[in-house]
T-cell receptor, first 114, second 109 residues
Framework: IAGITQAPTSQILAAGRRMTLRCTQD?????MYWYRQDLGLGLRLIHY???????GKGEVPDGYSVSRANTDDFPLTLASAVPSQTSVYFC?????????????FGPGTRLTVL | GQNIDQPTEMTATEGAIVQINCTYQ??????LFWYQQHAGEAPTFLSY??LDGLEEKGRFSSFLSRSKGYSYLLLKELQMKDSASYLCAVKDSNYQLIWGAGTKLIIKP
C-alpha cells in the first residue's frame, strides 16, 4: 500500500521514559519530516532529512533525535519524555524539498506524557 | 521572525461560497501551499501557488499576491464534507514549510 505509515497510533507514556515513534514510507521519497501539532499552533518542524544519511534540526528540536539509515524509515526518539511533549506527531515525506513538491503526511501518533 | 496569519474559525452555509485569507511574512518565498485537515486526520494537499494570480481546481481556487504577502483559498458550492481546518503554509528560503495555525471552517445546513 503506497503511502506513509506511523506507529504507534497512540501512546500514553510516563515522564522520563524513552520512546521511539516509527515512520515508514514506500514512495521512495528523498525528503522526510517530523512535525508536532498542538492546539492553536501551526505544525512545527522538529527534524527533517533531505536524503538518506543526512538529518537537520527544525524549529523545535530539543528533546528529540532522529536517524535516516535508509530511504524508507525515519524514526523519532524522545530520550527522556516530559509532559510538554504531549502532542500529535506527524511524519511527512516529499520527493524533494524544492519547487512544488507537496508533502504527504502519515496518519499521526497521539502521544500523552504523564 | 516568520509569521503566517489566518482566521481561527469561519462559518458558512451549505451551497454558499467562502474565502479563507492568509497573510505571511517569511524569510524568502518559494511557494505557498493550502492543505485540508479533517478532525483527527492528517493534512492533505489542496493547492500550490508560486506566481501571482488565481489557480482553479474544481470547486477550490487559490490566489496569491507576493507583493502583498497575501493568499486566499476560495471554496464554492460548499458541501458538509468541506467542514475541516484549512492550513496555509509558505516554503521559506531554506525550502522548509512555515505553517499557519489553520482556519476551522464550520458548514451549516
Amino acid at each position: 500500500i503506497a503511502g506513509i505509515t506511523q506507529a504507534p497510533t497512540s501512546q500514553i507514556l510516563a515522564a522520563g521514559r524513552r520512546m521511539t515513534l516509527r515512520c515508514t514510507q514506500d514512495m521512495r521519497h528523498n525528503a522526510m519530516y517530523w512535525y508536532r501539532q498542538d492546539l492553536g499552533l501551526g505544525l512545527r518542524l522538529i527534524h527533517y532529512s533531505n536524503t538518506a544519511g543526512t538529518t537537520g534540526k527544525g524549529e523545535v528540536p530539543d528533546g528529540y533525535s532522529v536517524s535516516r539509515a535508509n530511504t524508507d524509515d525515519f524514526p523519532l526518539t524522545l530520550a527522556s519524555a516530559v509532559p510538554s511533549q504531549t502532542s500529535v506527531y506527524f511524519c511527512a515525506s516529499s520527493d524533494s524539498t524544492s519547487g512544488d513538491n507537496e508533502q504527504f503526511f502519515g496518519p499521526g501518533t497521539r502521544l500523552t506524557v504523564l | 521572525g516568520q509569521n503566517i496569519d489566518q482566521p481561527t474559525e469561519m462559518t458558512a452555509t451549505e451551497g454558499a461560497i467562502v474565502q479563507i485569507n492568509c497573510t505571511y511574512q517569511t524569510s524568502g518565498f518559494n511557494g505557498l501551499f493550502w492543505y485540508q485537515q479533517h478532525a483527527g486526520e492528517a493534512p492533505t494537499f489542496l493547492s500550490y501557488n508560486v506566481l501571482d494570480g488565481l489557480e482553479e481546481k474544481g470547486r477550490f481556487s487559490s490566489f496569491l499576491s507576493r507583493s502583498k504577502g497575501y493568499s486566499y483559498l476560495l471554496l464554492k458550492e460548499l458541501q458538509m464534507k468541506d467542514s475541516a481546518s484549512y492550513l496555509c503554509a509558505v516554503k521559506d528560503s531554506n525550502y522548509q514549510l512555515i505553517w499557519g495555525a489553520g482556519t476551522k471552517l464550520i458548514i451549516k445546513p
